[in-house]
């Protein structure tokens, strides 16, 4: 069983930074692609930032040159530095991975941590 705990999430003002973090734990053998969504107030779930195993990265248009998607291999962990948030960043985030476990790949999701930027 593997588990994603997320954390970081909280109320900034418009301007403000965050960081997000997201932990995998469990029977992980190896992690691959690890990604960050996100789901605003009646909104779909939208793509954020993907990074892959290689450190190769890439953006929706909406937070380029603002977001930054990094990740630590020896503590399975996926990071989303939020900068000059604005009040449309309001959503409940949630990571994404890909693992290896016991079972062979699964896709796995975080439990989701609120982001909420006043203006």
């Known amino acids: 069983q593997v588990q994603l705990v997320e954390s970081g999430g909280g109320l900034v003002q418009a301007g403000g930074s965050l960081r997000l973090s997201c932990g995998a734990s469990?029977?992980?053998?190896?992690?691959?692609?690890m990604a960050w969504y996100r789901q605003g107030p009646g909104k779909q779930r939208e793509f954020v930032a993907h990074?892959?195993?290689?450190?190769?990265?890439n953006y929706a248009d909406s937070v380029k040159g603002r977001f930054t998607i990094s990740r630590e291999h020896a503590k399975n962990t996926v990071y989303l530095q939020m900068n000059s948030l604005q009040p449309e960043d309001t959503a409940v985030y949630y990571c994404?991975?890909?693992?290896?476990?016991?079972?062979?790949?699964?896709?796995?999701w975080g439990q989701g941590t609120q982001v909420t930027v006043s203006s």
């Open positions: 469990g029977s992980i053998f190896r992690l691959d692609r």
């Open positions: 990074i892959s195993s290689g450190g190769s990265t």
């Open positions: 994404n991975m890909y693992v290896r476990g016991v079972a062979g790949w699964s896709e796995f």
